[in-house]
């Protein structure tokens, strides 16, 4: 089942199942529009390929996953608030597949070609994306918006586990499966812990966005290639995928590595 056969099967069970919300296939073929609101399928769609799920099996995850979105809709916890102040404690860094963007529509900004960084709103149950029309409405520019969502996630990351192995191979894991391991490569601070105990510049990869790996230029080159074939089955079979782009990272900079 391709990407659209996928989302027009799981149209037809929300239509089903909840007859009174306006579900609609939008115009990208792994996309579901519902009143203001986006949905990625992408996931769903690797997890059902992986696991090999029935039908009947798809219904109950279609329906568990949606409900559970509609009623935290219902209650304001997915809904980007109107007034930044109560926002502002709320909105963190994260990373999209850039085939998610609709122009004019989501705050981004750029990092590679396959991936974008964006702004959400984070709650206990999942996340809604800052749009441009909530950006002019708090009267907030781009620059300052990144800045206050890097710091929140900053603060959401203290304390958090981190896998480090002092090689040879040198190696830093992170996931905690908090939906934002691959965008704390983002933070600064983060560059900087890893560029100290693995040299810089260091290799980094993010092929889901519950995943972060980060490893030293002088390990041996099969390691290097054990890591590279690892990560493209990761951005392929894994949940919420990105990409196997390998990067080159210092404590300023994020880029490709040509590997």
């Not at 926002?87 to 004019?104: H, Y």
């Not at 600064?188 to 100290?196: C, L, S």
């Not at 092929?207 to 690892?230: A, C, G, V, Y």
Request: hydrophobic share 45%; charged share 25%.
């Amino acid at each position: 089942m391709d990407a659209k056969e996928f989302r027009d099967r799981v149209l037809d069970i929300l239509r089903m199942e909840f007859p009174v919300e306006e579900f609609a296939a939008d115009e990208r073929e792994g996309v579901i529009a519902w009143k203001d609101a986006e949905f990625g399928l992408e996931s769903l769609h690797a997890d059902a390929l992986r696991l090999g799920i029935t039908d009947d099996q798809l219904r109950e995850a279609v329906v568990a996953h949606f409900d559970k979105v509609i009623k935290m809709t219902e209650l304001g916890k997915l809904v980007v608030p109107a007034d930044w102040e109560e926002a502002r404690q709320r909105v963190r860094l994260q990373l999209m597949p850039s085939e998610l963007i609709r122009d004019g529509i989501s705050v981004t900004y750029p990092l590679l070609d396959q991936v974008v960084v964006s702004v959400v709103i984070d709650s206990p149950h999942g996340y809604a994306y800052v749009r441009n029309e909530d950006l002019a409405k708090w009267n907030m520019s781009l620059f300052d918006l990144y800045e206050i969502a890097c710091e929140n996630l900053k603060q959401a990351s203290e304390g958090i586990e981190i896998s480090f192995i002092d090689g040879p191979p040198s190696l830093i894991v992170l996931q905690t499966q908090d939906g934002y391991d691959a965008a704390r490569v983002l933070l600064p601070e983060f560059r900087q812990f890893a560029a100290k105990r693995l040299g810089t510049p260091f290799f980094a990869a993010i092929p889901n966005r519950d995943f972060l790996i980060m490893w030293s230029q002088t390990d041996d080159t099969s390691f290097h290639e054990h890591i590279k074939n690892q990560v493209r089955i990761d951005a392929t079979s894994q949940s919420h995928p990105l990409t196997s782009t390998i990067l080159v990272v210092t404590e300023e900079k994020i880029r490709i590595a040509w590997l």
